[in-house]
Nanobody, 127 residues
Framework: QVQLAESGGGSVKSGGSLRLSCERS????????MGWFRQAPGKEREAVAA???????RYADSVKGRFTISRDNAKNTLWLQMNSLKPEDTAMYYC?????????????????????WGQGTQVTVSS
């Protein structure tokens, strides 16, 4: 079993920055592809960014150039650096993980691919 715990959310003004963290614990052997997803009230959960076990990254068009996903496999930690935040980035952000070494583009940015999820951390951006 794998557990995921997010931290780092908060409230910032438009143009500000936040860094989210996700710690993976439990059964951590083998490779895991990981991703960040978000869900705003009344909207479906959407992909933000994903990273394969080998470090290949993918981003939703809405965050390209502003967000950076990274990981430290030795520390079982995933990060999401969010810069130039906009009010439309306001949402609950979730960390997700799935066993495996790599995915294709569609799989990596699809919530249905991932079996393990954190509880989420709230990000609120005010104008």
């Amino acid at each position: 079993q794998v557990q995921l715990a997010e931290s780092g959310g908060g409230s910032v003004k438009s143009g500000g920055s936040l860094r989210l963290s996700c710690e993976r614990s439990g059964y951590t052997h083998g490779g895991y592809c990981m991703g960040w997803f978000r869900q705003a009230p009344g909207k479906e959960r959407e992909a933000v960014a994903a990273i394969d076990a080998d470090g290949t990254t993918r981003y939703a068009d809405s965050v390209k150039g502003r967000f950076t996903i990274s990981r430290d496999n030795a520390k079982n930690t995933l990060w999401l650096q969010m810069n130039s935040l906009k009010p439309e980035d306001t949402a609950m952000y979730y960390c997700a993980a799935e066993a495996g070494w790599g995915m294709n583009d569609i799989q990596a940015l699809s919530a249905s691919t991932y079996n393990y999820w954190g509880q989420g951390t709230q990000v609120t951006v005010s104008s």
